[in-house]
């Protein structure tokens, strides 16, 4: 089992910066790949980005590119989102996942991720 506990979130205005953090603890090994969602209200929950825990590739949501950044260090297990250049439309919950499945390029489905933190609040005014 891995647990993912998400932190950082709070309301900024437009054009700010934010990092996101996620805690992974237990079998962490076994998470080849975490990532970030968010669901904003009334929307479907959505893929933003993802990073193998060797750091050696990444992917992002076209809406992100340019502005997020997914990164991580190995110790402790926490992976980064680093949000620049925020938009009101960036508002939402922000969730940690990781998954074992081993695929290039990294997952952007849901379903394919198998461990979920509780989400952390992100809300951007304008």
């Known amino acids: 089992q891995v647990q993912l506990v998400e932190s950082g979130g709070g309301l900024v205005q437009a054009r700010g910066s934010l990092r996101l953090s996620c805690a992974a603890t237990g079998r962490t090994f076994s998470a080849y790949v975490m990532g970030w969602f968010r669901q904003a209200p009334g929307k479907e929950r959505e893929f933003v980005a993802a990073?193998?825990?060797?750091?050696?590739?990444?992917n992002y949501a076209n809406s992100v590119k340019g502005r997020f950044t997914i990164s991580r260090d190995t110790a402790p297990n926490t992976v980064y989102l680093h949000m620049n250049s925020l938009k009101p439309e960036d508002t939402a919950v922000y969730y940690c996942a990781a998954t074992t499945m081993r695929r290039l390029p990294i997952s952007t489905y849901e379903y394919e991720y198998g461990y979920w933190g509780r989400g952390t609040q992100v809300t951007v005014s304008s």
């Open positions: 990073i193998t825990w060797s750091g050696s590739s990444t």
